[in-house]
């Protein structure tokens, strides 16, 4: 599906809260002559063990390349089953495909958007290795559940917390639950480096190999040997990747982490005034919000029962200056997948994929902003736009 838009953005989908503090520290990183990873992304890794409460924390240069790196410290290869709901963005399947294993795809919960410990469980075979859950949209999945289900039937599970950071279930935060949780810093999440991704974990043995092979598995950093001023020659031992963050990107990053709280607070405000307002009318599902797992809100998410086509509406608030987003992708369906698993059918993915919609939301968007989303959105749906 195509929506062309005519009419200049004035509502972007998303904005990045940041400013003159995050641009003085990424300065002071270009004048100090360390750009590479270094003693900002050390910090930065300190400061996220402090915030998550993990043992480690390991940042990368994306979400992708945290997901890929925690598949293959959990031991994926060929012939490995990997578990992982359709109903998320495609690089989810594609960490699994990068590492060697095989995606199997499962159904979504319709309240939550996340999948359930029934359907994961439903889907091991002698073959799975890892369990995959995401967190849809800003949302936690069970992961109590799942990681009982995990311990129960001796899988290893990494969570897709892309959009989570700052999430809690029972009070406890993500990032501490399962044996590898990676988290993103896109500009469309609540904090951002400009592109970098996070690895927490409990394990020690896996924090180590973590941040060998995010930098070609050298037995040292080329920090570490100009810190320590020695002239040690580094070994290569296993195959490792170039997925460094640079010292640039961890400082604003220190600077956004402090920030983190205050804005979850705030989109959480704009999400629930969205949801009081829009939650009357029959014909729009509003986010689901189980009383134990606070949303963190990535994006405003609603399905649409009835009413005029998606397509229509997002072009009718389109013209009006709204930019809106589909919900999230059925993976499954996208033409990679589809050849691969031409007769996979998960009803609840597809009609949610076809149905949700994802409406502006960012820190600092005004309340007659959100009135005109909402205006525009309701008129939209009475074919009246």
Not at 227 to 238: C, F, L, N, Q, V
Not at 274 to 293: H, K, M, N, W
């Amino acid at each position: 599906m195509t929506v062309s838009v005519t009419h200049p953005v004035q509502i972007p989908i998303a904005r990045p809260y940041i400013g003159e503090e995050e641009a003085a520290a990424a300065a002071e990183v270009v004048r100090s002559g360390w750009l590479t990873q270094g003693k900002q992304v050390q910090a930065f890794e300190d400061a996220l063990v402090a915030y998550t409460g993990a043992r480690h924390a390991i940042v990368v240069s994306n979400c992708t390349t945290a997901l890929h790196l925690a598949l293959v410290a959990a031991g994926v290869g060929p012939g490995d089953e990997v578990i992982c709901p359709s109903f998320t963005y495609i690089a989810t399947a594609n960490a699994v495909v990068h590492a060697g294993g095989t995606p199997v795809f499962v159904d979504i919960d319709p309240q939550t958007y996340n999948t359930t410990p029934e359907l994961l469980e439903a889907a091991i075979t002698p073959r799975t290795k890892v369990l995959m859950p995401v967190d849809q949209i800003g949302l936690a999945a069970d992961m109590p559940a799942i990681m009982e289900l995990a311990r129960r039937r001796g899988l290893i599970v990494v969570e897709d917390a892309a959009p989570t950071l700052g999430a809690t279930v029972h009070d406890q935060k993500i990032g501490t639950f399962a044996d590898l949780t990676c988290f993103s810093f896109h500009p469309r999440k609540s904090i951002t480096t400009g592109e970098g991704g996070l690895i927490t974990t409990e394990n020690d043995a896996l924090a180590e190999r973590l941040k060998t092979i995010r930098s070609h598995a050298a037995s040292t950093s080329a920090f570490a040997r100009h810190a320590s001023g020695t002239t040690d020659i580094e070994e290569y031992r296993e195959l490792g990747w170039n997925y460094r963050m640079t010292d640039v990107q961890a400082a604003i990053g220190l600077v956004q982490l402090s920030r983190l709280d205050g804005i979850l607070a705030e989109r959480r405000r704009l999400a629930e005034r969205y949801s009081r307002l829009l939650g009357v009318d029959a014909r729009i599902q509003v986010p689901y919000v189980p009383p134990e797992r606070p949303h963190t809100y990535q994006s405003y998410c609603v399905w649409l029962h009835g009413g005029a086509p998606r397509a229509d509406i997002m072009a009718a608030l389109a013209a009006r200056g709204i930019a809106t987003r589909r919900g999230v992708m059925a993976s499954h369906l996208e033409p990679y997948y589809r050849e691969r698993y031409p007769d996979l059918s998960l009803p609840v993915t597809e009609q949610a994929s076809a149905e949700t919609l994802l409406l502006p939301l960012y820190v600092g968007m005004a309340e007659a902003d959100q009135d005109l989303v909402i205006e525009s959105l309701l008129a939209a749906l009475d074919g009246k736009a």
